[in-house]
């Protein structure tokens, strides 16, 4: 079965980074595009920044230019690098794929920005 297992996140001081990581099982992972959301308690999740299997890849407005995602086929993991990290980014952060028109989500990982 599609498994999807976050890490990396923390608290960090505004102006921090942090690298989040999702490792990936259950599905061949090179064929597929990979995607980070986030959310807010009270708001809906949003997307963050996705990669595609060819390595193409798209954010949102508020995030261009301070994250980065990327993956790496041999170890099935999708990063997303964040830098510059203002209070407002503090989340849940997901990873998801869509397989077979089957949407999948890891449990999250924490991230807080606060001084």
């Known amino acids: 079965q599609v498994q999807l297992v976050e890490s990396g996140g923390g608290l960090v001081q505004p102006g921090g980074s942090l690298r989040l990581s999702c490792v990936a099982s259950?599905?061949?992972?090179?064929?597929?595009?990979m995607n980070w959301y986030r959310q807010v308690p009270g708001k809906q999740r949003e997307l963050v920044a996705g990669?595609?299997?060819?390595?193409?890849?798209n954010y949102a407005d508020s995030m261009k230019g301070r994250f980065t995602i990327s993956r790496d086929n041999a170890k099935n993991t999708v990063y997303l690098q964040m830098n510059s990290l203002k209070p407002e980014d503090t989340a849940v952060y997901y990873c998801?794929?869509?397989?077979?028109?089957?949407?999948?989500w890891g449990q999250g990982t924490q991230v807080t920005v606060s001084s």
């Open positions: 998801n794929v869509v397989v077979l028109l089957t949407g999948y």
């Open positions: 259950g599905f061949t992972f090179s064929w597929y595009g």
């Open positions: 990669i595609t299997n060819n390595g193409g890849t």
